[in-house]
């Protein structure tokens, strides 16, 4: 766990980490990494500054955000208890890529939660993200820092694309680790309910409290999921993402579009860039370590507006491990279309 004198003692007197602490304690909102994705974050307990979240992102009101903390006590006076298995999953993850949906004793703003009575709280496993807890001595809630509907942030520049001059500032801590966002997991219920995959593997929760049910919509696009923010258009880059499960197939895709006149760009692995001819050409990493796909995977899909790639043929990866929740990104990347 996270302690003010375990922090090096650079990021604790840090003079950006000092002010961004003190803007936030105005009700101001700051961009600030975690190790995930970059988050906006503001004071859970205060309602205007967690309207400039909205507001900034462009995010509907009707999709909660998570609570971040930098130790166990911060959660205390705004959840309701802490269940056998949740407590068993707090002692594996935290800090790291793992929420947490707890009910809640409506202490925290109710924009927050988007009128629920139940709290995401996560502690994230970053040391820039844990000293602006510790400085600030405040609870923030940060839904990832994009621009509604975009990929999520994985350096501080996608930050500033996105929301230069629409937030207080940005601390650059470089480039996230994991690249995906956390694992969303509702403990609120006697069984535990999966409702994003993210940096934890469903085998990882599975190895610590046994078998976790799974949010049906994760499957169905017919289904209303249970966490609002699964129900919307997410990830996307402004050309037209298309998933190709044979990758055999993905060259004649390619030769048919560009005959038509259109700029076409491939999303690839290090095992098959070579194979293809396109306009576009991105490898978001290799599928002997389906960690380093998750780690570029935003900034991969970001580079095809850089290059105005107009459609886009994406390889398709195992649904297991990290692969579960990189193929539930890139399904929503594709809004679901598949060739
Ligand atoms: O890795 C992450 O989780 C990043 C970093 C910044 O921590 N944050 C992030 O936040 O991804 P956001 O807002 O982009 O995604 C939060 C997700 C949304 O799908 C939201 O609907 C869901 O969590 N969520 C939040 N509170 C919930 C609740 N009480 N019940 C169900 N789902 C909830
Ligand atoms: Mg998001």
């Given at each position: 766990?996270?302690?003010?004198d375990?922090?090096e003692?650079?990021l604790?007197n840090n003079?950006?980490?000092k002010?961004?602490?003190?803007?936030l304690?105005?009700?101001e909102?700051?961009?600030f990494?975690t190790e995930?994705v970059?988050?906006l974050g503001a004071n859970a307990?205060?309602?205007?500054?967690i309207?400039?979240?909205f507001?900034?992102k462009?995010r509907p009101?009707d999709?909660?955000?998570i609570v971040?903390?930098?130790?166990?006590?911060?959660?205390?006076p705004?959840?309701?208890?802490?269940?056998e298995?949740?407590?068993q999953?707090?002692?594996?993850?935290?800090p790291?890529?793992?929420?947490?949906i707890f009910k809640q004793k409506?202490?925290?703003?109710s924009?927050v939660?988007?009128?629920?009575?139940t709290?995401?709280v996560?502690?994230?496993?970053?040391?820039v993200a844990?000293?602006?807890?510790?400085t600030?001595?405040?609870?923030l809630?940060?839904?990832?820092?994009?621009l509604?509907g975009?990929?999520s942030?994985?350096?501080?520049?996608?930050?500033?694309?996105?929301?230069?001059k629409r937030?207080?500032?940005v601390?650059?801590?470089g480039?996230?680790?994991v690249?995906l966002e956390s694992t969303v997991?509702?403990?609120?219920t006697?069984e535990?309910i999966?409702?994003?995959?993210g940096g934890v593997?469903?085998?990882?929760?599975e190895?610590?409290?046994g078998?976790?049910?799974v949010d049906?919509a994760?499957?169905?696009?017919?289904?209303?999921?249970?966490s609002?923010?699964?129900?919307?258009t997410h990830?996307s880059p402004?050309g037209?993402v298309?998933?190709i499960?044979?990758?055999?197939?993905?060259q004649?895709h390619?030769?048919?579009?560009?005959?038509?006149?259109k700029?076409?760009?491939i999303?690839?692995?290090?095992?098959?860039?070579e194979?293809?001819t396109?306009?576009?050409i991105?490898s978001?990493?290799s599928r002997?370590?389906?960690?380093t796909?998750?780690?570029h995977?935003y900034?991969?899909l970001?580079?095809f507006d850089?290059?105005k790639a107009e459609?886009?043929?994406?390889?398709v990866?195992?649904e297991?491990g990290?692969?579960?929740?990189?193929?539930?990104?890139l399904?929503?990347?594709?809004?679901g279309r598949?060739?």
């Amino acid at each position: 766990q996270w302690t003010v004198d375990k922090l090096e003692d650079n990021l604790i007197n840090n003079q950006a980490i000092k002010e961004a602490a003190q803007i936030l304690k105005k009700g101001e909102v700051i961009a600030f990494p975690t190790e995930t994705v970059y988050g906006l974050g503001a004071n859970a307990y205060d309602e205007s500054a967690i309207a400039k979240i909205f507001a900034a992102k462009g995010r509907p009101s009707d999709n909660p955000l998570i609570v971040h903390i930098a130790k166990r006590e911060q959660m205390l006076p705004f959840i309701e208890g802490i269940s056998e298995k949740a407590e068993q999953l707090i002692n594996a993850f935290w800090p790291g890529p793992l929420t947490l949906i707890f009910k809640q004793k409506g202490e925290i703003a109710s924009n927050v939660t988007a009128g629920l009575d139940t709290i995401a709280v996560r502690m994230p496993d970053h040391p820039v993200a844990a000293a602006l807890l510790l400085t600030s001595d405040l609870p923030l809630a940060a839904p990832s820092a994009n621009l509604s509907g975009r990929p999520s942030p994985t350096t501080a520049g996608h930050v500033m694309l996105d929301l230069n001059k629409r937030i207080a500032g940005v601390v650059d801590g470089g480039s996230t680790g994991v690249g995906l966002e956390s694992t969303v997991l509702d403990v609120s219920t006697e069984e535990p309910i999966l409702y994003r995959p993210g940096g934890v593997t469903k085998e990882q929760i599975e190895e610590v409290i046994g078998p976790i049910a799974v949010d049906p919509a994760l499957k169905k696009a017919e289904e209303a999921p249970r966490s609002p923010g699964m129900k919307y258009t997410h990830y996307s880059p402004n050309g037209e993402v298309y998933l190709i499960r044979a990758c055999e197939d993905i060259q004649k895709h390619v030769d048919k579009w560009q005959a038509k006149g259109k700029r076409v760009g491939i999303l690839t692995t290090e095992e098959n860039r070579e194979r293809y001819t396109a306009d576009v050409i991105v490898s978001s990493g290799s599928r002997a370590n389906l960690s380093t796909v998750a780690s570029h995977l935003y900034d991969s899909l970001r580079q095809f507006d850089k290059e105005k790639a107009e459609i886009i043929f994406a390889e398709v990866f195992p649904e297991e491990g990290i692969g579960m929740a990189i193929m539930n990104r890139l399904e929503k990347a594709a809004s679901g279309r598949y060739l």
